[in-house]
């Protein structure tokens, strides 16, 4: 499986943006996908996003401004950002998870089947 995430950029305080992550190398479906964020001078961590079959899961930092979306015919998952602020400033990073625990709590490492390269989002005025 391989992940290529697009989209990112630079935007002030309280803009919007949308990311992408294009799969290929597998079989779409069989995958619940994330969003993990890594920010400056922080670990990776998350997932922030969940899609689990069409049944979302959020962080708390990001619920309510975040949307995540998939397209099964396009492979794609599309993560749409509201009303950013300087703390969401990370590289956000796509990940195909297998078995698709109920839950954000519940993913561990080990679900883990591939991720993206990464993409820089940069907020600031």
């Known amino acids: 499986v391989q992940l290529v995430e697009s989209g990112g950029g630079s935007v002030q305080p309280g803009g919007s943006l949308t990311l992408s992550c294009k799969f290929s190398?597998?079989?779409?479906?069989?995958?619940?996908m994330g969003w993990y964020l890594q920010a400056p001078g922080q670990q990776r961590e998350g997932p922030s996003v969940y899609d689990k079959d069409r049944s979302y899961a959020y962080a708390d930092s990001v619920k309510g401004r975040f949307d995540i979306s998939r397209d099964d015919a396009m492979k794609t998952v599309s993560l749409k950002m509201n009303n950013l602020t300087t703390e969401d400033a990370a590289i956000y990073y796509c990940?195909?998870?297998?078995?698709?625990?109920?839950?954000?709590?519940?993913?561990?490492?080990?679900?883990?089947?591939?991720w993206g390269k990464g993409t820089q989002v940069t907020v600031s005025s």
């Open positions: 190398g597998g079989i779409f479906k069989d995958y619940c």
């Open positions: 990940a195909a998870i297998t078995l698709c625990p109920y839950g954000l709590r519940y993913i561990t490492p080990d679900h883990l089947a591939a």
